[in-house]
């Protein structure tokens, strides 16, 4: 019998354009000065989105882990940096005890994740709009079913387009015709308005 190496150990060809440690490296140093931690990734078909494994490789040093659903052509670049930030945040904010239960993501993890990636919303709405097929929500999150690759068969990517931040208005109520004619909440102006003395 063959000893087989796990599959978060072997090397995987990047499908999407850019380089997923490139992009990890670049959000922790604009994002996360502060981490001086070694930090590699890693292509893994486990069952989340992206996970990391703090401490995996020794002390202060970490792997993050991307499914393959998003290592495929037409992938955003922004939905990898927005992850990258979320994994890198656990290793500022980590999980803590409160008494009853480990909190893997705590109040303070959300509003720290929120000042470096504010974007969050618009990458979630892609997430779903282009992955719900192969996503399932469970008690641990958001994770990627065992079929993904037949689901996912001849399906292309739709393109990012990060929504407008209007308290994350629905697409459906800004464009109800789909986009043919854009609905403005009244107080929003494309430029600053005149002040008008009465």
Not at 131 to 136: H, K, N, Q, T, V
Not at 143 to 152: D, P
Request: hydrophobic share 40%.
């Amino acid at each position: 019998m063959i000893p087989r190496q796990p599959l978060l150990f072997q090397p995987a060809e990047s499908q999407t354009g850019f380089n997923f440690q490139t992009v990890v490296d670049e959000a922790r140093a604009v994002w996360f000065p502060e981490i001086t931690d070694e930090i590699e990734v890693r292509i893994a078909a486990a069952g989340p989105v992206a996970f990391i494994c703090r401490h995996l490789m020794g002390r202060d040093s970490h792997v993050i882990a991307f499914h393959p659903v998003l290592n495929r052509p037409g992938t955003p670049i922004e939905l990898v940096r927005f992850i990258a930030k979320h994994e890198l945040t656990h290793i500022i904010r980590p999980p803590r005890w409160d008494g009853d239960w480990y909190l893997e993501h705590p109040p303070e993890f959300w509003q720290r994740e929120f000042q470096v990636a504010p974007e969050r919303f618009a990458c979630w709405a892609w997430t779903y709009c282009n992955l719900s097929r192969c996503l399932r929500e469970g008690r641990d999150g958001l994770s990627v079913v065992r079929t993904w690759r037949r689901r996912m068969a001849g399906i292309e990517p739709g393109p990012y387009m990060p929504h407008l931040p209007f308290d994350d208005v629905p697409w459906g109520v800004l464009c109800p015709e789909g986009g043919a004619q854009l609905r403005l909440p009244p107080v929003w102006a494309w430029r600053p308005q005149a002040i008008v003395s009465r």
